[in-house]
Structure formats: C-alpha cells, structure tokens
C-alpha cells in the first residue's frame, strides 16, 4: 500500500456524532436548570386574580397540586410586604386563612413555597405567585 495517499481518518465522523449527540444532550441540561420548577407548586384558589372587593378582609384559599413536591411548613403569605403567614392553617395539600385590614385601593398578596424541583433532584426551588386585590370602599351618604 502506498503511504502517499491518505486514507480518510474516522475522527471527524466520531466527533461530529458526539456532537450530535451532545448538543441535545446539553439543551436539555440547560432547560432543567433554567427553568427547575417545572408545574406549579402552589396556586391562589381563592380569591382571583385582579379582585375587586368593598370589605377590608378578604378568604383566601391556596392549593399545592403537586403535593408530593411540595414543602408545606416553607409558606410564606406576604400582605402588602406585612407576613401573614401565622394567619394560615396549613395542611399537605393546601392552606386557608383570612387577610385583614386590607387597605384602600390595591393591595398586593404574595405566596411563596418550596419544593423539589420536577426532575426530582434533591435541590428545592422557589415558587411565588402574586394576587391583586383593590378594595375600593362606597361612599357614605350620610356622615351621621
């Protein structure tokens, strides 16, 4: 055999396969630890979204659909920056509670909860959700 002439090296073929299977490989790894939450740990049941209300206390209902993910005794309510969490009974699937003395015009209700992340890993992450509530009182007509 002539050594003059080059055969063709498999080299590049193996690199452009680990390539392309590698690229995938690390989208998939960046999707998990961009977006580590996955489906909601915690959602506001009660009350909606944007709730117009003329009462200074409003019921509020939370829900953790993914229950087995999420870590309860980690809530946080949060009225207008004020911690309400005391106010809640907090149970493996959900929590209730009264917020009071909301103020005249928009109030903001924060929750916030831990949990595993949906891959399932041993990490917790965060998951937080806001509600509007503007409680808009009527006018008296008579000032007795």
């Not at 498999?10 to 995938?24: D, E, K, Q, T, Y």
């Not at 490989?25 to 630890?33: H, Q, R, T």
């Not at 489906?39 to 049941?45: I, K, T």
């Amino acid at each position: 055999m002539d050594r003059s002439q080059k055969t063709p090296s498999r080299r590049p073929r193996r690199w452009l396969s680990a390539l392309w299977i590698g690229i995938p490989a690390l989208s998939l790894a960046l999707v998990a630890w961009m977006y580590p939450l996955g489906p909601s740990l915690v959602e506001v049941a009660s009350p909606a979204s944007d709730l117009r209300s003329t009462n200074e206390a409003v019921e509020v209902l939370l829900r953790f659909p993914r229950s087995e993910r999420t870590r309860p005794e980690t809530l946080r309510v949060l009225v207008n920056g004020a911690d309400v969490t005391g106010g809640f009974d907090v149970a493996s699937n959900g929590a209730i509670g009264d917020v009071v003395l909301l103020v005249d015009g928009e109030n903001r209700l924060e929750v916030s909860v831990f949990g595993r992340a949906w891959w399932g890993g041993p990490r917790l992450v965060e998951h937080r959700v806001e509600v509007r509530i503007t409680v808009e009182r009527p006018i008296d007509r008579y000032w007795g």
